[in-house]
């Protein structure tokens, strides 16, 4: 039956949702791929019934928070757990994230999936932490991770772009985190379009002082560092970064805009990948590393870059609001029972939006059942008044 999905100014147009989704895309789990190192970050399922508010603890539900997880790593995929993607500093508090982190990587142990967890500082309340309490937030969330079982993923800070006066702080930081690691970390460089607060970040708002002193980092240490995850949506910053890396540290692409290129590569090198938008596209997402691991390129794009300009509704500006897109399409896809998130982020995306990521979703054959997606949506344009 036909949809009718609004646009931004009032008008209805009609979709015709699919009746079948995509072939059955193969799942292999346990089966690693041989050609990229890939991870998803995965979103967290908010507990419907709790009797909180966006100011309040977050609340897990834990059961389904975890099957999501299973179900990426049954393609192959790994998970990079507690990141922004799961609402870290948009209502995941750390308190909550630590309990994510030690529940992940049980799982994680039990299912034989690889994990890597995001060690950041938001357990700082203050707007005026110094440099030693930075470094202490750090270490104290490393330890987690790390007692965990699972690799770290060193996270933009919030608390040091705040403090920081210039490149040297940063240098004294990492250099001291990296020190202590136990083992070889990403190193994450979130960009302001993610975050507002990370303007500035690693001493510099212009992006070629600040790549120097990032670099200056990784070659003080590279030993401690596994690879960069890179999120600034310029995909020739990324590919100059890369090839500027000390042999061995991988650059792991986090650009939801450009990704299918970057994979990809050329002749000088290519990027691995750490991708939000790898929670929704999970199974085909795999299934086109499959394809490129057999050294078919051609294949590999033909199957990834129709999935781009979903990439770019559900990540374009406010780009931090991405995380309602992603859980929308989780609960359209049947991996959860509500569209509910928490600290209400359900919110934060309009109605119109909404559903062109729904129909553009739908037109990838992203469902695997497209019938539950279509009476699923047609509820919630109901919900907001929009007669069928």
């Known amino acids: 039956m036909t949809l009718h999905l609004p646009d931004a100014h009032g008008a209805l147009r009609a979709h015709e949702p699919r009746t079948e989704p995509l072939p059955t895309l193969r799942a292999t789990p346990g089966s690693a791929f041989t050609s990229r190192t890939v991870f998803s970050a995965a979103h967290v399922v908010a507990d419907p019934y709790a009797d909180t ?20 790593w049954s393609h192959g995929l790994g998970v990079a757990e507690a990141m922004d993607t799961a609402q870290r500093g948009m209502g995941l508090d ?28 938001d357990q700082l309340t203050t707007t005026t932490a110094t440099l030693a309490e930075v470094r202490s937030a750090y270490e104290e969330q490393l330890a987690v991770v790390e007692e965990s079982g699972a690799q770290a993923i ?14 040297d702080d940063y240098l004294e930081v990492y250099g001291h985190l990296l020190r202590q690691a136990a083992e ?27 790549t120097d002193t990032f670099l200056e980092v990784i070659a003080a240490h590279p030993d401690k560092v596994d690879g960069i995850k890179v999120s600034l949506l310029d995909a020739r910053r990324e590919v100059d970064l890369r090839r500027r890396l000390p042999q061995g540290v991988r650059c792991y692409t986090g650009d939801d805009f450009n990704y299918p290129e970057l994979i990809a590569g050329d002749d000088q090198g290519f990027s691995h990948a750490l991708l939000g938008i790898f929670d929704p596209l999970g199974p085909l997402a795999a299934e086109a590393v499959r394809v490129l691991d057999t ?50 982020l359900q919110s934060a995306r309009s109605l119109p939006h909404l559903a062109r990521a729904y129909e553009l979703a739908d037109g990838l054959g992203l469902f695997p059942d497209p019938k539950l997606a279509e009476e699923r949506m047609r509820n919630l344009l109901s919900l907001y008044g929009v007669n069928q």
């Open 154 to 167: 060193l996270m933009a800070s919030r608390a040091l772009a705040a403090t920081a006066q210039g490149p």
């Open 295 to 344: 050294g078919d390129t051609d294949g590999f794009r033909a199957l990834l870059d129709p999935t781009v300009e979903l990439s770019r509704h559900l990540f374009q500006a406010p780009t931090r609001y991405y995380k309602t897109g992603v859980v929308l399409l989780a609960w359209l896809a049947g991996h959860q029972s509500h569209f509910t998130m928490v600290g209400g």
């Open 184 to 210: 070889p970390v990403i190193l994450h460089w979130l960009g302001p379009m993610f975050d507002p607060a990370l303007e500035g970040y690693w001493g510099s708002s212009d992006l070629d002082t600040a």
């Open 94 to 121: 750390w308190a909550t994230a630590a309990e994510l982190i030690r529940r992940s990587a049980a799982e994680a142990r039990a299912t034989g999936g690889r994990i890597a967890c995001g060690v950041g500082t």
């Open 53 to 72: 508010g966006p100011d309040g603890p977050a609340a897990v539900d834990w059961d389904t928070t975890l099957a999501f997880r299973r179900h990426l």
